[in-house]
């Protein structure tokens, strides 16, 4: 049902959208939206350990939204280490993720879109390289390609097949070898007040 529901959704849902900078208000959407696209055990991914309680890199956490102004889809990037070079320097990069998408905005044009303005957004802010665990099949139109990544390993069980890399800055990622490490700013909860 919900699947007939999702394809009726689809064939009345508008095509116009604009990419925007994501809010504190759109936090609540943001992880329905995310629920829905990937399920109850998207939290356990080895991705998300390097997520978890950080807050994106600056200027890296974009939404989707249709002509009313609503979230139909997210994506956010992140600041890591990735790994060291041949002479023993740490890396910094990116890691994408997660994206997602309506269901009911599928094959719109939206995740490229969402894609094509965090690779420039990333770029302008003269970051180097941006990792991602994610189907080639999809991210491959974008540039990312394994072998970029082929020596990093994620901090917990990861596909290598989908390990995926892209070089903002041309051999930015040579001799790349190691642990991805979480590099971003930590989130702070806000003080709790206790009553006098
Ligand atoms: C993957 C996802 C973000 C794509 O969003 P979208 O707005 O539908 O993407 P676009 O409209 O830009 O591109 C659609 C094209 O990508 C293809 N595509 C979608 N997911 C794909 C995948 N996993 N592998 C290969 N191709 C894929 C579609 O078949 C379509 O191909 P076409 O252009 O030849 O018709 C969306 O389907 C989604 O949210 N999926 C669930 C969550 C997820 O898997 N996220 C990615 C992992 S982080």
């Given at each position: 049902?919900?699947?007939?529901?999702?394809?009726?959704?689809?064939?009345?849902?508008?095509?116009?959208?604009?990419?925007?900078?994501?809010?504190?208000?759109?936090?609540?959407?943001?992880?329905?939206?995310?629920?829905?696209?990937?399920?109850?055990?998207?939290?356990?991914?080895?991705?998300?350990?390097?997520?978890?309680?950080r807050?994106?890199?600056?200027?890296?956490?974009?939404?989707?939204?249709?002509?009313?102004?609503?979230?139909i889809?997210?994506?956010?990037?992140?600041?890591?280490?990735?790994?060291?070079?041949?002479?023993?320097?740490?890396?910094?990069?990116?890691?994408?993720?997660?994206?997602?998408?309506?269901?009911?905005?599928?094959?719109?044009?939206?995740?490229?879109?969402l894609?094509?303005?965090?690779?420039?957004?990333a770029?302008?802010?003269?970051?180097?390289?941006?990792?991602?665990?994610?189907?080639?099949?999809?991210?491959?139109?974008?540039?990312f390609?394994?072998?970029?990544a082929?020596?990093?390993?994620?901090?917990?069980?990861?596909?290598?097949?989908?390990?995926?890399?892209?070089?903002?800055?041309?051999?930015?990622?040579?001799?790349?070898?190691?642990?991805?490490?979480?590099?971003?700013?930590?989130?702070?909860?806000?003080?709790?007040?206790?009553?006098?």
């Amino acid at each position: 049902m919900a699947a007939v529901l999702d394809s009726v959704r689809a064939f009345f849902a508008p095509s116009v959208f604009t990419i925007d900078a994501e809010n504190p208000s759109d936090v609540v959407a943001r992880e329905n939206l995310l629920d829905r696209a990937m399920g109850p055990n998207r939290r356990k991914k080895s991705s998300e350990k390097i997520r978890r309680g950080r807050i994106p890199a600056e200027g890296l956490a974009l939404v989707a939204r249709d002509g009313d102004g609503h979230v139909i889809g997210t994506v956010r990037l992140w600041n890591v280490e990735a790994g060291v070079n041949s002479e023993g320097t740490p890396i910094n990069a990116l890691l994408l993720g997660p994206l997602a998408v309506d269901a009911a905005f599928e094959g719109k044009g939206i995740g490229a879109a969402l894609m094509r303005a965090a690779i420039l957004e990333a770029k302008n802010r003269q970051h180097g390289a941006i990792l991602l665990v994610g189907d080639a099949a999809y991210y491959e139109r974008f540039g990312f390609f394994a072998e970029g990544a082929c020596h990093l390993v994620m901090p917990g069980p990861f596909e290598r097949s989908r390990f995926l890399a892209l070089e903002l800055v041309e051999g930015w990622l040579d001799g790349a070898a190691g642990m991805i490490v979480p590099t971003g700013r930590m989130l702070t909860s806000a003080p709790v007040r206790k009553a006098a």
